[in-house]
C-alpha cells in the first residue's frame, strides 16, 4: 500500500511515532505518535519545535480523508489549527474526539463545525487511548495482545458506530465555557 498524498502533505508535523503505517483494513492508513499544528518560522532551513502540538494522537486516514481522529490539546482554541491542519480531509462522515485539556470535568459537547462534528471531552489524569475504550465500550484485555495497527482498527470500527449522547453546542459557547490552561499537576498556566 502507499502511503496516502495526505500523509505526505503532513510530512514535518506527524511527530515521535509509535506507529504508522497500513493497518489491517484495506486502503486505511494509521497513525498514533503526536502531531504539530503551529510552527515558528524556519531561519536557514532548520527544523524548530511546534509552538502548538497536540499529544496522544490516534489517526486514521482512508483514501484521502481522515476517517478517525483523537487528539489531546490543551485547549479547547487549538481546535482552529487542528481544523487548519487537515482542511478538506475532515468529513462528515469521520469520527472525531478532541480531548482539550481546559474543558470542565463536568462537560462533553458535540460540536458541528462546517457540517463536520467533534467530539469534545475534558481529559482528567486518563490518557486518550483509555478515555477512547472506556468510551467505546472496548475491553483493553481483549485489545492487549493485538498489533499496533490492529488496535486502531478496533477503536476506528467501534468509533464509526457511535451516535448522539453528547450535547449540542455552539463552538462559540463551547469556547466561552472553557477554563484555563492547566499543566500537567492541574494548576492553571
Known amino acids: 500500500m502507499t502511503t496516502p498524498t495526505l500523509f505526505s502533505a503532513l510530512d514535518g508535523k506527524l511527530l515521535s511515532p509509535t506507529f504508522s503505517g497500513p493497518t489491517g483494513k484495506t486502503a486505511r492508513y494509521g497513525f498514533r505518535g503526536e502531531l504539530g499544528l503551529k510552527f515558528p518560522p524556519s531561519i536557514a532551513g532548520e527544523k524548530r519545535p511546534p509552538e502548538i ?35 478538506a480531509a475532515l468529513v462528515p462522515t469521520g469520527k472525531y474526539f478532541i480531548f482539550a485539556g481546559n474543558v470542565d470535568i463536568s462537560k462533553k459537547y458535540l460540536l458541528d463545525i462546517d457540517g463536520v462534528s467533534y467530539y469534545v471531552l475534558p481529559l482528567d489524569e486518563a490518557t486518550v ?15 492487549k495482545k493485538m498489533s499496533s495497527e490492529a488496535k486502531i482498527d478496533a477503536i476506528v470500527d467501534a468509533a464509526a458506530k457511535i451516535g ?14 472553557m477554563g484555563p490552561v492547566k499543566v500537567a499537576d492541574n494548576r492553571p498556566v
Open 164 to 177: 448522539g449522547g453528547f450535547p449540542r453546542a455552539e463552538y462559540a459557547q463551547a469556547l466561552a465555557e
Open 53 to 87: 502540538k497536540a499529544d496522544q494522537v490516534i489517526l486514521a486516514v482512508e483514501g484521502e480523508t481522515v476517517s478517525f481522529l483523537a487528539l489531546h490539546v490543551d485547549s479547547l482554541a487549538h481546535l482552529d489549527d487542528v481544523r487548519t491542519t487537515f482542511g
Open 129 to 143: 487511548y483509555n478515555e477512547l475504550l472506556e468510551l467505546l465500550y472496548l475491553e483493553k484485555g481483549d485489545l
